[in-house]
DNA sequence: TGTTAGCACTCAGCGACAGAGAGTGCTAAC
DNA sequence: GTTAGCACTCTCTGTCGCTGAGTGCTAACA
């Protein structure tokens, strides 16, 4: 739906008002702090017009107006300005990607602190499927009686394992044999991208150690087990400043939902589906009834070609949705980098 | 300080009334619902020496007696009957130890989660310092140019790993060999135990691999590095359910802290140092003042002899202590074991 | 026809106030 | 040493009225 200008520029003023103010916007306010030109009356008539379409919501008869979802909706994908990260921030940012790790846990968890600490807001991140990137090598590491170790290094040269069984009686030769043999199949694919041919082959070749390579399998898919993927929340505490969390049983029941591996899965899951970038979901448009009150700002991270894993912010809808954006987009880039090109 | 036995009765009863209510409790009410079978006025008595004696204290003239952090000492020290686990509890417990676990990251954790729902407080878990624990066997394995996983085996079969650079030019025999050297030095024993003379013998044997083996002895001990261990936290959000962190700014500054690992690692490291089994930490013993409102409830667990790391219950003064010490109990013997026995 | 000034009206928020209720400490009698 | 009785204290709750911010409507104006 189409808007005049003026509204627009009404709109767009009560929507950064109320942002950072957290209360209503009254005409009078309007006119003082934004120079729209044009008198309280007039802002009221639009404001009145903007309310009957849906933009905006009247808490009380006697209180200004405040954003409904539509007009949040509207000010994302219409008014909204690029923001660039300040240098400041590109710095924390910097800090965090050039530092040394090898470990995808502990980059994701680092993450997902740095953009709750750069946002100000709580920040969700889920962890890569490995059956999703593509994979440099495997090794086969023998432990004890019975058990190996299932090494695998990821394309940006990261390592993953697994403790995996196999049976007793496996000699070193052939366990040098089996990984030789995942090592040919695998190298440089994605274990999602395996033909059924290629997996016929292999479990044609491996036929003796089922159980070893079901179990293989297993780690590498993992796309059954959604609890599999690894869920870090890093400030969750955030929200607890926002004056829209002011009650303690409201916040209650949106810090227990934020421990839940799956439903935070499942948020970042659903939100923003094959948007190009960043996607915005808005108020009821997260599916939880905890977060009507929230929004979220959501990304995808890739390794190379392939889509991995998701990160993203979660805040009052009341938010800063410019400097979020350009945070979770220019955070984004950098892990994938990251993850594509190592260590 | 000693106390006559009808004053260790109202205390007794003040202790337990405001456990359940969260109210300041008057000598009233203490006559009608405990059978201490004397009169209000004398209860009231015994309360006012007991305030007196630094037991309780009164929020205001007209209200009821509350515990001071003293009577919570008394309590514990001297009141508090034992209590078993229900056997509700106890399969509980069961489900989480029978599961077949093999990494310890994966194990604590779900540790931390089972003990928040158990107790309905807050679990906290510092990970277990590597270099305590007795090594089964290590393996070094090739990754690609100028890069090895160290791969450790605990006592209890768990695996512990990270990436190490060594020199381009190793060569599949040279790694053998170092492996082979670390493996002799280090089964079956601590790094902390390991003695001058061992490290010696291994500086000067590994001497031309200098930087992988400072590197894996840095693994090995963290003992620097506190941020090194691993620490989770486990329902912190149960917080938010106790009435005396109603207001949101106060429980604003608890959750931050228990967000920062450094201070989660402080507190569990600070309580109950070289207590037997389980210790009590109450109020302004802990030394944070934030947790002024809260106690905390600790243990040790260990891999055979070695004392490694330690399990705690964050929950307000006003907490079942009986319930939640059998509970920490419990579940430290678990977990001990297990990562004794293994997986 | 769109804009604005003026005005009557609405309603949340706040402070003052009074009454209820829970609890205390003290005194005197048992 | 214990208890009943009583005056007193103080929080809590609800009511009431005021204030101020904000609205919608109407009528005048450009």
Not at 137 to 149: D, F, M, N, T
Request: a negative charge; one cysteine or more; glycine letters at 8%.
């Amino acid at each position: 739906m189409w808007m005049d200008e003026r509204k627009e520029k009404v709109l767009q003023a009560i929507i950064e008002d109320y942002v950072s103010t957290a209360e209503p916007v009254g005409s009078r306010t309007l006119a003082r702090k934004y120079r729209l030109g044009v008198s309280p009356a007039t802002i009221r008539n639009e404001m009145a017009d903007l309310e009957v379409q849906g933009y905006l919501e009247q808490p009380h008869t006697s209180a200004g107006r405040i954003p409904a979802d539509k007009g949040y909706r509207y000010y994302v994908d219409t008014l909204m300005e690029d923001h660039e990260a300040t240098p400041d921030e590109q710095n924390r940012i910097a800090q965090v990607f050039d530092r040394r790790l090898t470990e995808v846990d502990h980059l994701l968890r680092e993450t997902a602190r740095l953009l709750a600490e750069t946002t100000h807001y709580s920040a969700l991140v889920v962890g890569p499927r490995v059956g999703r990137t593509a994979i440099k090598g495997v090794r086969l590491v023998p432990l004890e009686e019975g058990r190996a170790l299932l090494v695998l290094v990821t394309e940006g040269g990261f390592v993953e394992d697994q403790v995996v069984d196999m049976p007793v009686e496996v000699t070193m030769m052939e366990l040098q044999r089996i990984s030789g043999v995942l090592n040919e199949v695998l190298r440089g694919r994605t274990v999602i991208s395996l033909s059924r041919d290629a997996l016929a082959a292999l479990h044609h070749e491996l036929d003796r150690y089922r159980s070893l390579l079901s179990q293989t399998l297993d780690f590498l898919d993992q796309s059954e087990a959604p609890e599999g993927d690894r869920v870090f929340v890093g400030g969750a505490s955030r929200m607890l400043a926002q004056p829209e969390f002011r009650n303690v049983e409201k916040v209650k029941r949106l810090m227990d939902l934020l421990e839940e591996e799956q439903v935070v899965h499942d948020i970042l899951g659903a939100a923003g589906r094959g948007e190009p970038r960043v996607a915005i979901t808005i108020g009821e448009e997260i599916h939880y009834r905890e977060m009507t009150d929230c929004s979220l700002v959501t990304a995808t991270y890739r390794v190379g070609e392939e889509t991995i894993g998701r990160i993203g912010v979660l805040g009052p809808k009341r938010m800063e949705y410019a400097k979020v954006v350009s945070l979770v987009d220019n955070v984004t880039q950098r892990l994938s980098e990251k993850l594509s090109r190592g260590t």
